[in-house]
């Protein structure tokens, strides 16, 4: 006997230390990943699946995000336009000499227009305008008229060329129409200013030294700003400053996200400590009852982090909301504890409990299994978070607990466990054995008229919760700069990047050509600073038909005009020795003013075809005229039209639409689970319950006229995982000890309550996603539990096992 105490103790010795190394290497692993940089992640592209058909679309996408994203506008508004730029000028200083910055341009640097002349000046015969085009095509006095408008109308500001190089004004004409300055911001004493009425605003362009979504680079930023706009109010009380870019939106996130993570913690771990506290009456299994769900917390951090190697804030907000469901199986376990008395023996209380626990585990991880199932990033990674967590918990009740629960209990919460009995034997009375078909049927009467009044809504907003502020300020920058950064743009694609700007130049054809309510406020392509080939080669076309047909009355129309004879040769020289050269794309972006418009360039694709892709974006996308974009986009080869949060949105509503089948047959199997653990009759019964609330919770949503989305199907797979586990706790324990059903149903009464306390809390969210999540989960848990005695074996049952 001796003996076998004495390996006994070194098992629970053994089993106790394996444990704490486990614990110590996942909580040195987080620790390691939180300090060498922060894990969390707050981009919110990150949180979305891929929507588009077409890869290259996905990856125009990303590379419009990743061009616009590390750049931060900040705009500085007063009514008296001397204040607005002195305090453009200062803010501008503060934020340069802050270091926050890769760079501050506030106060323009000097710029050589002639730069953007000099590339564009060996090909100036293939560059023409369109009104140019018309009037060369137009003969001779056409001619003659052009040439006398460019040398005695008055200087023009903007980009010039020499009238040397270009007598008729063609290039000049050509770059006007450049895209260079499609807003209301105008150049006034080195500043970008926009005036509207008797307001003056300067704007302030940033660009991050790192990524917008890192901690660090967003509490610099932040820590600056805020430096800088404490020193002009000082200065100048009359001036406002407003901001817009992915690092406010992004840092807002997390500090909401990081405050509803203390919240939902706290308030779990509180709420949880004060009923297990008021149940069980003792400090020390509410500390082992925490012991096994910190050790799931902090394994599911561990890894989820070494999985995905980012961590969400919003798997990090669903984290602590599976404190609740997680303390749920050592919950049971101390009522077999408690109930053991004096004749505890810890293996034989796992064993008594593992039937029990291994059901709401197997039941819990279908639902979780089928959102790791969902093609949606943030879904699979919350999904694998709760299976960690829940498993490690599992285990440390069947493996941890029985070592570090070894001697009896001292007291057991009698007097509360024969209550609980009583009001188990008389609600069962009322809704269990053969009532609970007619139960069933009462509330599926009911239900009906709720469930046809259902409806759907599947906007990605649900998925986000911008800050009103930043949104209020975004909208003012957007007034002052009259530049739509509209998320909507045109994909097109080719074999050959002579290709891809044909098709873009015919798609911008299409779009001048819309008119009324379908017309459009104008469009960005690399096709305005690049002109296909063909083009090119169709205005050099044009000219030697109609002007350099004939050099010698073109050389004398120049020498009559005024031009001195070796100008006019010169330019007949350049005519001959420019002959077919063209300018390409990859000429463009070598040069350096092109880097801001480098994003409508997205260049080879597909290696292995050698496709090339470019995007069109569109200004002033209406719900009024984008049918029409779409229906240009399907009749134009090599081109697709995207619109990321209406993808989304398709996507979610699919979705949606999925779940109701998979939420089918995650039923028929859990069904298929009891009915092989309790029998056909047993698990239908057992079924039943988390069946009920399921409908009651959908027909709840219909009455209060709540309109469904992914999220409430998607907890209602919860629903299904864990309801179930209410019913199942209460028919193992009428097989395991029929005279402990008391201390049993306050097991599962104080197990649900800790779950509807922890994830009822994400009913709290600023996040809709997660509201509808939380309330869903709230609302089907509570009726799993109320509904659970009515999958209890009737008396004959009981007897018959």
């Known amino acids: 006997m001796q003996v076998l105490q004495q390996r006994a103790g070194r098992h629970t010795w053994g089993v106790r230390a394996a444990w704490l190394v486990l614990a110590v290497v996942a909580s040195l692993y987080c620790v390691w990943r939180f300090t060498v940089g922060s894990p969390l992640q707050t981009n919110l592209l990150a949180l979305l699946p891929a929507t588009e058909a077409d890869p290259v679309a996905e990856k125009a996408v990303d590379t419009l995000a990743a061009a616009l994203g590390d750049r931060t506008v900040l705009l500085v508004t007063s009514n008296d336009a001397a204040h607005a730029k002195a305090a453009a000028k200062s803010l501008g200083g503060s934020l340069t000499k802050s270091g926050a910055f890769s760079s501050v341009i506030a106060e323009l640097p000097p710029f050589d227009t002639s730069q953007i002349a000099r590339l564009y000046l060996p090909y100036r015969f293939n560059l023409l305008a369109a009104d140019d085009r018309a009037a060369v095509a137009g003969g001779s006095a056409a001619l003659h008229d052009a040439l006398a408008q460019r040398l005695y109308s008055p200087i023009q500001g903007g980009l010039s060329t020499p009238v040397a190089d270009d007598p008729f004004g063609w290039l000049q004409h050509w770059m006007a129409g450049l895209p260079l300055a499609t807003s209301n911001l105008e150049i006034e004493d080195g500043l970008l200013v926009a005036h509207r009425g008797a307001v003056t605003s300067v704007l302030i362009v940033t660009t991050l030294p790192g990524s917008a979504y890192e901690s660090k680079t967003q509490r610099a930023v932040l820590d600056a700003v805020a430096q800088g706009e404490s020193a002009l109010k000082s200065s100048w009380p009359d001036v406002t400053v407003a901001r817009t870019g992915a690092v406010f939106y992004a840092q807002s996130a997390r500090a909401a996200s990081e405050s509803e993570v203390h919240l939902i913690g706290v308030a779990s771990i509180c709420g949880i400590a004060l009923l297990m506290m008021w149940v069980f009456r003792s400090p020390r299994l509410l500390l082992l009852g925490f012991v096994s769900t910190a050790l799931g917390v902090v394994c599911a951090l561990a890894v989820t982090m070494l999985?995905?190697?980012?961590?969400?804030?919003?798997?990090?907000?669903?984290?602590?909301?599976?404190?609740?469901?997680?303390?749920?199986?050592?919950?049971?376990?101390?009522?077999?504890?408690?109930?053991?008395?004096?004749?505890?023996?810890?293996?034989?209380?796992?064993?008594?409990?593992?039937?029990?626990?291994?059901?709401?585990?197997?039941?819990?991880?279908?639902?979780?299994?089928?959102?790791?199932?969902?093609?949606?990033?943030?879904?699979?990674?919350?999904?694998?978070?709760?299976?960690?967590?829940?498993?490690?918990?599992?285990?440390?009740?069947?493996?941890?607990?029985?070592?570090?629960?070894?001697?009896?209990?001292?007291?057991?919460?009698?007097?509360?466990?024969?209550?609980?009995?009583?009001?188990?034997?008389?609600?069962?009375?009322?809704?269990?054995?053969?009532?609970?078909?007619?139960?069933?049927?009462?509330?599926?009467?009911?239900?009906?008229?709720?469930?046809?009044?259902?409806?759907?809504?599947?906007?990605?907003?649900?998925?986000?919760?911008?800050?009103?502020?930043?949104?209020?300020?975004?909208?003012?920058?957007?007034?002052?700069?009259?530049?739509?950064?509209?998320?909507?743009?045109?994909?097109?694609?080719?074999?050959?990047?002579?290709?891809?700007?044909?098709?873009?130049?015919?798609?911008?054809?299409?779009?001048?050509?819309?008119?009324?309510?379908?017309?459009?406020?104008?469009?960005?392509?690399?096709?305005?600073?690049?002109?296909?080939?063909?083009?090119?080669?169709?205005?050099?076309?044009?000219?030697?038909?109609?002007?350099?047909?004939?050099?010698?009355?073109?050389?004398?129309?120049?020498?009559?005009?005024?031009?001195?004879?070796?100008?006019?040769?010169?330019?007949?020289?350049?005519?001959?020795?420019?002959?077919?050269?063209?300018?390409?794309?990859?000429?463009?972006?070598?040069?350096?003013?092109?880097?801001?418009?480098?994003?409508?360039?997205?260049?080879?694709?597909?290696?292995?075809?050698?496709?090339?892709?470019?995007?069109?974006?569109?200004?002033?996308?209406?719900?009024?005229?984008?049918?029409?974009?779409?229906?240009?986009?399907?009749?134009?080869?090599?081109?697709?039209?995207?619109?990321?949060?209406?993808?989304?949105?398709?996507?979610?509503?699919?979705?949606?639409?999925?779940?109701?089948?998979?939420?089918?047959?995650?039923?028929?199997?859990?069904?298929?689970?009891?009915?092989?653990?309790?029998?056909?009759?047993?698990?239908?019964?057992?079924?039943?319950?988390?069946?009920?609330?399921?409908?009651?919770?959908?027909?709840?949503?219909?009455?209060?006229?709540?309109?469904?989305?992914?999220?409430?199907?998607?907890?209602?797979?919860?629903?299904?995982?864990?309801?179930?586990?209410?019913?199942?706790?209460?028919?193992?324990?009428?097989?395991?000890?029929?005279?402990?059903?008391?201390?049993?149903?306050?097991?599962?009464?104080?197990?649900?309550?800790?779950?509807?306390?922890?994830?009822?809390?994400l009913g709290l969210s600023a996040m809709p996603a997660l509201k509808s999540f939380g309330a869903t989960l709230a609302l089907g848990i509570a009726v799993s539990v109320l509904l659970a005695p009515a999958g209890m074996p009737s008396q004959d049952e009981r007897r018959a096992v």
């Open 307 to 761: 999985v995905f190697g980012k961590l969400h804030l919003l798997t990090l907000v669903f984290g602590a909301s599976l404190i609740g469901e997680a303390v749920d199986y050592s919950i049971q376990y101390f009522v077999v504890y408690l109930g053991g008395a004096r004749d505890w023996e810890p293996r034989r209380g796992a064993r008594e409990v593992r039937p029990a626990l291994s059901v709401a585990l197997a039941t819990s991880l279908l639902g979780y299994a089928i959102l790791a199932w969902v093609p949606f990033p943030a879904l699979r990674q919350i999904a694998c978070f709760a299976i960690a967590g829940i498993c490690t918990a599992f285990a440390s009740v069947l493996w941890l607990l029985p070592a570090l629960l070894v001697h009896a209990p001292k007291r057991t919460p009698q007097r509360l466990f024969n209550g609980g009995a009583t009001l188990l034997k008389r609600w069962h009375a009322v809704i269990g054995g053969r009532r609970a078909w007619g139960v069933a049927v009462l509330l599926v009467i009911v239900a009906i008229p709720g469930w046809l009044r259902l409806t759907s809504d599947d906007d990605i907003h649900l998925l986000i919760q911008r800050d009103p502020a930043l949104v209020a300020q975004e909208q003012k920058v957007r007034d002052a700069i009259g530049v739509d950064n509209s998320a909507q743009f045109f994909v097109v694609r080719g074999e050959t990047p002579e290709m891809v700007l044909q098709r873009a130049e015919a798609l911008g054809t299409r779009l001048n050509a819309l008119t009324g309510k379908l017309k459009t406020g104008g469009w960005q392509s690399v096709t305005s600073f690049v002109p296909s080939a063909k083009r090119q080669r169709e205005n050099r076309a044009l000219l030697a038909q109609h002007v350099f047909n004939d050099p010698a009355a073109l050389r004398a129309m120049l020498i009559d005009a005024g031009f001195r004879d070796e100008v006019g040769d010169a330019w007949l020289k350049a005519w001959t020795q420019s002959g077919q050269a063209v300018l390409t794309v990859d000429q463009w972006l070598a040069v350096p003013w092109s880097q801001p418009y480098r994003h409508l360039w997205l260049g080879e694709v597909d290696t292995a075809t050698h496709g090339y892709a470019a995007v069109v974006i569109p200004q002033g996308v209406t719900p009024a005229n984008e049918p029409a974009l779409l229906a240009m986009a399907h009749a134009s080869p090599g081109v697709v039209f995207v619109d990321k949060a209406a993808s989304v949105s398709s996507l979610f509503g699919a979705y949606r639409v999925d779940s109701g089948i998979w939420l089918a047959g995650a039923l028929a199997l859990v069904m298929v689970l009891l009915m092989a653990r309790y029998r056909p009759r047993g698990g239908i019964m057992v079924t039943l319950p988390v069946l009920l609330a399921v409908g009651v919770t959908l027909a709840v949503f219909g009455y209060a006229r709540v309109p469904l989305n992914l999220f409430n199907w998607l907890a209602l797979m919860l629903v299904l995982g864990v309801g179930a586990n209410y019913a199942v706790f209460l028919r193992e324990g009428c097989i395991r000890a029929p005279h402990e059903l008391g201390a049993v149903w306050t097991g599962v009464l104080l197990s649900a309550s800790t779950t509807l306390l922890s994830f009822g809390l």
